[in-house]
Every structure is written in structure tokens, then in C-alpha cells.
């Protein structure tokens, strides 16, 4: 289990929470989400686009008693992730709104849950326009990359065998054996 939430959670949040959005108004993109009646107003998807890892390594530490010992693996994974938000409307709100997102994505609140959950958002993004026309009427339509410099962490109980016990089976017969590993 990894230690923090997802980054595309937490992007979510973040947009949420500055621009004041209902749980029906911003969704991960792909998950089915059928584009909302015009009465809706400002309509956010966030898309995972792709990652590029540049770190991932584990380690070991051991603590316990000699009799009980325990073994924890600790992996560290950085990468960076690439991000489109999708600002969408049947109204004039996606072409009022597009700058909030980036405005949110920086505000201090922005700030404090990058700090919190050691990640880090880039500056600035183009914003580009790629609305189209939905069946009979005009959906408004802004793309707005992120890249985000993410850090996660994973940390899990090792088992650890100091006593083995297993079965040879040869044509003649099954032999069973314990063994203790001895220092």
C-alpha cells in the first residue's frame, strides 16, 4: 500500500477545492463519465497522460530480537507524471473559468498539499482550445497540461525464513527435512 494518495487525487482536490466544484463536476477522465446537461455549468476531467520514471529503489532494514527477527523492504519510487485537464461547458463558464485552474494549481492551498505529499506541479501550461461542436450544440472546450514531479513510497513486512522444512521425492520414496539456519 502505497504511503500517500495517488497525484491525479490529489490534482482533483486541489481543482475541487479553488474552484469550488461538486463531487459531479470533476472526475478522473475515462471513467465513464457522461458529459453533464448544459445546467451543470463548469465540468472538469483530469487525464493521466503518461510517466516517466527516473528512480526506483528498495531497501531493507531489519529490527526484532534474535529469536523473533523482523525484515521491512522500503521502496522509494520519483518519476514525472504528465497530466491533461480537460475544462469543459455547454455555457460560457469553461471560456470565463480556464484560468482558474491554473491559478488553483498554484494557490497556496496548491502549495500546502504539494508539500504535504511530496510532489511538485510545473509553473505554467498552455491553454488550448479544442472545443467542438456536440451534437446540435457547442461544447466549450480548454486542454490544460500538467506535469507534476511525484515521490512515492511503499514500505511492507519481508517474511523472513531462518527454518526451512520441504519433501524430496525420489522414485524410491518421499523424504521430509527441516533445516536451521545456523550464524
Known amino acids: 500500500m502505497l504511503d500517500r494518495k495517488p497525484t491525479i487525487d ?11 466544484l461538486n463531487e459531479n463536476q470533476i472526475v ?10 448544459a445546467s451543470v455549468g463548469l465540468w472538469v476531467a483530469v487525464q493521466y497522460v503518461f510517466g516517466k520514471p527516473f528512480s526506483n529503489r528498495i531497501e531493507h532494514a531489519s529490527s526484532g530480537t534474535d529469536e523473533d527477527p523482523k525484515l521491512e523492504s522500503t521502496q522509494d519510487y520519483s518519476v514525472e507524471e504528465h497530466y ?6 455547454y455555457d460560457e463558464s469553461a471560456l470565463a473559468r480556464k484560468e482558474e485552474v491554473q491559478m488553483a494549481l498554484q494557490s497556496d492551498y496548491a502549495q500546502q ?8 506541479l510545473s509553473k505554467i501550461g498552455d491553454i488550448q482550445d ?3 461542436v456536440e451534437a446540435s450544440a457547442r461544447l466549450f472546450r480548454f486542454d490544460i497540461p500538467v506535469v507534476a514531479l511525484a515521490w512515492y513510497q511503499k514500505k511492507k513486512k519481508v517474511d523472513f525464513f531462518d527454518n526451512y522444512q520441504g519433501t524430496i521425492q525420489t522414485e524410491q520414496a518421499a523424504l521430509e527435512f527441516t533445516q536451521k539456519t545456523e550464524e
Open 10 to 20: 490529489l490534482i482533483l482536490g486541489i481543482i475541487r477545492t479553488e474552484l469550488d
Open 84 to 89: 491533461n485537464v480537460l475544462v469543459l461547458s
Open 28 to 37: 478522473i477522465y475515462n471513467q465513464k463519465a457522461l458529459i453533464p446537461p
Open 113 to 120: 498539499v504539494q508539500e504535504a505529499n511530496s510532489f511538485s
Open 130 to 132: 479544442v472545443s467542438e
